[in-house]
């Protein structure tokens, strides 16, 4: 079993709807979370990070932590087709390492 | 606005052959990351610096690959002799904070492709 485990998708949504993207860790010492964007042959880009259990929004993008579930997910409200990527879910621990899944790839479409 | 760099963005290699990678992280950022990401993948940690000092290296191959970071600021990755295997994006990161503080935010530099023939 992987660390950090995130379907695969594809996962397809219209333009205007909202994505909901998941994300599970083994660790139960973990203490930060992170959701990557990341373009087709580009590097991942750091778009949320989340520390403490409930919700943290940011413009269209909401990030929600529950640590007895072990259990983090984002939320894009009104996607866009530039919101077409893949998204990494990454998880960290006091060493700061972090543990990245393999992504979910989203694409919307128009 | 500050970015990690790297060097070079592509690279084509025989296999046997020897390749070094590049790295400059943001400006005051005391943790540098050296990730090997495959094609449908997540990246993989391959070692993590504090400074100078190398704080995990347990993934790096180390029978061929080597990383040093010797004035605790840019950072080389070798590989030698690459194999076909190796073919992959080379991922650069560095974050402000030292290791043991919440919140250490990686900031990803554009990689370097690499293919071995």
């Known amino acids: 079993q992987k660390e950090v485990e995130q379907n695969s998708g594809p996962l397809s949504v219209p333009e205007g709807a909202i994505a909901s993207l998941n994300c599970t860790y083994s660790d139960r010492g973990s203490q930060s979370f992170f959701w990557y964007r990341q373009y087709s042959g580009k590097s991942p880009e750091l778009i949320m990070f989340i520390y403490s259990n409930g919700d943290k929004e940011d413009g269209r993008f909401t990030a929600q932590l529950n640590k007895a579930s072990q259990y983090v997910s984002l939320l894009i409200r009104d996607s866009q087709p530039s919101d077409s990527a893949t998204y990494l879910c990454a998880v960290g621990t006091n060493a700061g390492k972090s543990t990245f899944g393999d992504g979910t790839t989203l694409t919307v479409k128009p | 606005e500050a970015e990690v760099a790297q060097s070079p963005r592509y690279k084509i290699t025989e296999k046997s052959q020897a390749v070094a990678f590049w790295c400059d992280p943001i400006?005051?950022?005391?943790?540098l990351y050296w990730y090997r990401q495959i094609l449908g993948q997540g990246p993989e940690l391959l070692v993590q610096f504090q400074d100078e000092s190398v704080v995990d290296d347990s993934q790096l191959p180390k029978d061929r690959f080597s990383a040093e970071r010797l004035k605790g600021v840019d950072s080389t990755l070798k590989i030698q002799p690459a194999e076909l295997g190796d073919s992959a994006m080379y991922l650069c990161?560095?974050?402000?904070?030292?290791?043991?503080?919440?919140?250490?935010?990686?900031?990803f530099g554009p990689g370097t492709r690499l293919t071995v023939l």
């Open positions: 400006s005051g950022h005391a943790t």
């Open positions: 990161a560095s974050s402000e904070l030292p290791q043991g503080l919440v919140g250490n935010e990686q900031f």
